[in-house]
C-alpha cells in the first residue's frame, strides 16, 4: 500500500493564481470570491466543508456538511439539534471548518464558536428543502443507533406522508448553525512546493493577515 500510495501524484495539474497582496480585507469577501471561482470553475460540490467539533470528553469529531449560507456574520450550516455533532457543540461551541478543493489545490480553514441562527432561519431553511430532505429531518433521530434498516425506510414513508398532509409541517429538530469566524485560513497550492497561506485573525479594531511558511 505505502508504495501506491507514495506513486500518486499531487498537484500535477494547473493550478489558479493566488495573489495574497491583492486579498480583500475582510476574509468572507475574499472566501466568497474562492465559493464563486470554485462554482465557475466546475468544481465537484465545493460547498462541501468538513465540521470538526469536540465535546466534553475533549476527542475531536468531525463529518462532512453542506455550507448552507455565508454573510458577514459568518457561514451557515444546518443539522439536527439531537445529533452528536449538537451534543458536542452544546458542550463545547467552539468548531473547525474546512474545505478542500483538490480541482484548484486550495483549501480552506476556518475557525470560531458556534450557536444556533435562531428558530426563524432554521424553520425558513427547513420548507426551502425538497421534500425528500424534509421527510429525512423530520424523522429527527440522527445519529442515534439503527438496529434494523426496515424501520429507516418506514420512517421514511411516514414522515413523507406527514409532509404531504401537511406542507408547512417544520422539523422540531432542524437547526441552522451559525459559525462566526475568529480565524480563516486560504491555502494555495503550488507544483513546486511554494505553498501559497494566508491567515486573517479577528482583532478588536478588524481583521489582521499574516502569510505563513508552507
Ligand atoms: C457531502 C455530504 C453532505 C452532508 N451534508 C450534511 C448536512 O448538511 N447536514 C447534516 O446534518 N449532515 C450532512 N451530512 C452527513 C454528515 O456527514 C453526518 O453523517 C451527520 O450529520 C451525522 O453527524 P454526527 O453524528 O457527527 O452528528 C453530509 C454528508 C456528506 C458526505
Known sequence: MRDLLRNLPVFDRPLPA???GAAPPDPIDLLEGWLREAIAAGVSEPHAMTLATAGP????DLRVLILKD????GLYFASESISAKAGQLGANPQAALGFYWREQGRQ??????VQPAGPE???QDFLAR????????LIGRQSSVLHDPADLTEALAEAQARLEADPHLVAEHHTVYLLKPM??????GDAQRRHIRLR???????????????
Open 18 to 20: 493566488f495573489d495574497p
Open 57 to 60: 470528553e475533549r476527542l475531536p
Open 70 to 73: 455565508l454573510d458577514a456574520e
Open 108 to 113: 480552506i480553514r476556518v475557525r470560531g464558536p
Open 121 to 123: 432561519v432554521s424553520a
Open 130 to 137: 425538497p421534500l425528500s430532505s424534509r421527510a429525512a429531518s
Open 183 to 188: 480565524s480563516v485560513e486560504f491555502w494555495q
Open 200 to 214: 486573517y485573525r479577528r482583532t478588536e479594531d478588524g481583521w489582521r493577515t499574516e502569510r505563513l511558511w508552507p
